[in-house]
């Protein structure tokens, strides 16, 4: 068998395995809020995130085009094939381990400086499009304190605005609400995250002279949803664990609150077609939310653990895929 078409065989499948591992390593944050609140019991949260996610993937590909355009050249990229292999094996190990520990890390800063180190590793820094992948880097930072300060103001107006109804009614009416919230964020999580695998597919089919231009194959479009759905279907419970109950203790009104906060914040990067870590926006949204409602019941230390891994994700990724690289290569 010609040893390209293996290579891209083997690039479509560990972007499908990226895209299932995403699936129960993210979208756990995206229903974390719901399952802490028991808003939603934990099977149908998970059943409705994989349907949910299913469908926001399938519903756009601004992002997936940014993936492939934007960090490096994929028709002039050289040896990329085993550039793209690299660096989705070294996203997969790093989002594994992290996984493991419980520790909500981006996957999207793990694929975003995977690519960059495997093809730095391959032809150096000039390789980088400078200009685009900066503006990915800048999405990934600015987003999370977007996300922080939306989620300050949408729970600060619900504070004042039912500061003076009954407690135990607000709570059963949101969490009614938070059903719906839990819903819309999944949906919008499959609107960015799952894109960037399909990116990824789409740069290897270039790079291998299978396609001609940066548009999505539908092929990919439901690849990549059926392999996140998949993932959200067997449940992320460590980083719900993580994310719904050791950064604050969540209400349903205060879910609601950081549901909306993250969803606006993530569909809005999908509509102008920039990758965004949805482990960071929802993150920083409940932070945003426990400031407004008790800053001193925020759990600073958890807070500050997850700041760490989100520093240090994308440099460790690009290290660890410039090393898969150099071992890929010795075989290949």
């Known amino acids: 068998m ?33 399952v802490s609140t028991k808003a939603l019991k934990p099977r149908f949260a998970i059943a409705l995130a994989a349907t949910m996610n299913f469908l926001g993937a399938i519903s756009f590909t601004g992002v997936a085009k940014t993936i492939t355009e934007s960090i490096v050249n994929p028709f002039t990229l050289a040896n990329g094939q085993v550039v793209i292999l690299s660096a989705l094996l070294a996203a997969i190990i790093w989002n594994l381990v992290t996984w493991y520990f419980g520790i909500p890390s981006s996957s999207s800063h793990a694929i975003i400086g995977a690519i960059a180190g495997a093809a730095i590793a391959s032809a150096g820094f000039h390789v980088i499009e400078f200009r685009g992948f900066i503006g990915i880097i800048e999405a990934l930072i600015f987003s999370p304190i977007l996300a922080f300060t939306v989620g300050f103001i949408i729970y600060s107006i619900f504070k004042g605005s039912f500061k003076n109804l009954n407690l135990a009614k607000t709570n059963r009416r949101f969490r009614f609400i938070q059903i719906f919230t839990a819903a819309l964020q999944a949906y919008t999580h499959g609107t960015n995250d799952a894109q960037k695998s399909m990116g990824i597919i789409t740069m290897a089919l270039i ?54 906060s993250s969803a606006a914040v993530i569909f809005g990067a999908t509509y102008i077609h920039l990758p965004v870590s949805t482990t960071h926006v929802i993150s920083s949204s409940i932070l945003g939310v426990g400031s407004a409602h008790r800053i ?37």
Do not use: E
């Open 207 to 260: 790079t291998n002279h299978y396609i001609s231009t940066s548009d999505i194959p539908f092929w990919v479009q439901v690849g990549c949803a059926l392999a996140m759905g998949l993932g959200t279907s067997i449940g992320g419970w460590r980083i719900i664990k993580t994310v719904g109950a050791n950064i604050m203790k969540i209400r349903p009104i205060n879910g609601v609150a950081a549901d909306l």
């Open 2 to 34: 010609d040893s390209i078409l293996v290579l891209t065989v083997l690039i479509v499948i560990f972007a499908f395995a990226f895209d299932f591992i995403n699936g129960f390593h993210d979208t756990a944050n995206a229903i974390a809020t719901a």
């Open 296 to 332: 001193k019941g925020v759990k600073w230390d958890t807070a500050q653990r997850m700041i760490v891994t989100w520093v240090i994700t994308l440099p460790i990724a690009a290290a660890l895929a410039a090393v898969v690289y150099h071992i890929v290569n010795i075989f290949l």
